[in-house]
């Protein structure tokens, strides 16, 4: 079955540190990439997405992701973190010919900017 | 804008309760989701709906079941509520995609307490 891995459960950084979260997935076939954002208290929201063309994908925020298909890897980027950018992030992911809409999750990274 | 509204944000029930948790969107989507979220466990899904009437079973659809009478409207039933059951619930809605799966936009979330 195909799975995604997020590497870190919890990353503490202090603000102005660079941030890099890892999503690795394990389907070698076409895929479509999505990270999404989870504010405390807040619902989740799209951060970025990856269809196809250009592999480094600009979000919102500042936040950007490099889809490396010889890894099978979508890491999120951003060069300076913030405090508000204290929250959960989910990397998905969805199958050619997938299940009917879905996508597959990790399992989260908590991201913690220590003011 | 997509809105998807949940009829709950929070929600305190009994051991063998019967639970309904309603969701709504109003963007004429086709597939709509369940989910469950737990701390280091992600998302987790439950049920799915990629039409009226119709349901696909998730990955934990014990002890839960689904209604879609309506498109805009898919409803999380738990037949007997239990402790184990106390969780963040998310509902999500998503256009058709042709080959792929679409973003999915999400509900703020219910949170239920089993006592």
């Known amino acids: 079955a195909q799975s995604v891995s997020q590497h870190n459960h919890h990353v503490i950084l202090s603000e102005a540190a660079s941030l890099e979260l890892g999503c690795n997935y394990s389907?070698?076939?076409?895929?479509?990439l999505f990270w999404y954002v989870q504010y405390p208290g807040q619902h989740l929201q799209l951060l970025l997405k990856?269809?196809?063309?250009?592999?480094l994908v600009k979000g919102i925020k500042g936040f950007e992701a490099e889809f490396i298909k010889s890894k099978f890897s979508f890491n999120l980027r951003k060069p300076s973190v913030q405090w508000s950018d204290t929250a959960e992030y989910f990397c998905?992911?969805?199958?050619?010919?997938?299940?009917?809409?879905?996508?597959?999750f990790g399992k989260g990274t908590k991201l913690s900017v220590k003011p | 804008d997509v809105k998807v509204t949940q009829s709950s944000r929070y929600l305190v029930k009994r051991t063998g309760e019967k639970v309904f948790l309603e969701c709504v969107q109003d963007?004429?989507?086709?597939?709509m989701f369940w989910y469950r979220q737990d701390p280091g466990l992600g998302l987790r899904l439950i049920y799915f709906?990629?039409?009226?009437?119709?349901?696909e079973k998730g990955d934990i659809p014990e002890g839960y079941s689904v209604s879609r009478e309506k498109k805009e409207r898919f409803s999380l039933i738990l037949e007997s509520a239990s402790t184990n059951q106390t969780s963040m619930y998310l509902c999500?809605?998503?256009?058709?995609?042709?080959?792929?799966?679409?973003?999915?936009?999400f509900g703020p979330g219910t949170r239920l307490t089993v006592l």
């Open positions: 999500a809605s998503s256009p058709r995609g042709l080959a792929y799966p679409n973003e999915q936009f």
């Open positions: 389907y070698g076939g076409t895929v479509n």
């Open positions: 709906s990629y039409d009226v009437k119709m349901k």
């Open positions: 963007m004429d989507h086709e597939n």
């Open positions: 990856y269809f196809s063309g250009d592999p």
């Open positions: 998905a992911v969805s199958f050619y010919g997938g299940s009917q809409g879905n996508l597959i």
